[in-house]
């Protein structure tokens, strides 16, 4: 009965796959950058939107270990749209105690990009009100590979017992290690995939499919989804009381 229903507490990290960019730019007969410019200023109305909604982890998928077969045009504007952003939204971010991480590989990413991304995470190291993950070149399968490759390689040097190895063990290793798994992922756009983002941590993750192209997605869709949240039973593979 849904009265017996345990409601559960807001999602206190919430991970979005940010689409649809393209496709709202070519709506209105622009390249697909313009798109993507649309979209990186959402991130900042989302991203404020978070403490007031008790959202204190977002996590975001900004470039996949995929979208690197786009065109060098888009690849290219995607780049420097990731390196404009962070230059100009450092100040703000430090300011509103916004902490903010990557996760991704970062090898192929480019010197002055990685500078600064690691500038932006040691200047906004102190921060704790928000938690703002950016994935960068990040694909969850390339992280499954990343953190095995390192496991295998403590285990090889004598530093894991491999009978000890559980589901405890690998979150270690993975890019997300100090981040609680995501308890909402939103995809926008129509599409209903998730895309290689956080497999691992979406184990018992809730799904909100929306139809809304990212540079539509506003503050109030974004509450009326966490609100959501709020009224689902979760269960965890138990059977209700
Ligand atoms: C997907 O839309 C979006 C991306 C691949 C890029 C996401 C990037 C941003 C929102 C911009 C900035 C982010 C930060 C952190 C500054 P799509 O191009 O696949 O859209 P489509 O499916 O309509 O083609």
Known sequence: MASDRQKSAGPGHVAIIMDGNGRWAQSRGRPRLFGHHAGAKRVRQIVEACPELGVKYLTIFAFSTENWKRTQVEVAGLMSLFRRYITKEARALKEEGVRVRFIGDRVRLDDKLVALMDELETLTEENDRVHLTIALNYGGRDEVARATKRLA???????????????ETLPRYLDTCVLPDPDLVIRTSGEARISNFLLWQSAYA????????WPDFSPEIFSDLVGNYGNRERRYGAVPA
């Open 206 to 213: 809730e799904y909100e499919f929306i139809d809304t192209l």
């Open 153 to 167: 390689q403590d285990v090889a040097a004598g530093r894991l017992d491999p009978e000890g190895v559980d589901e």
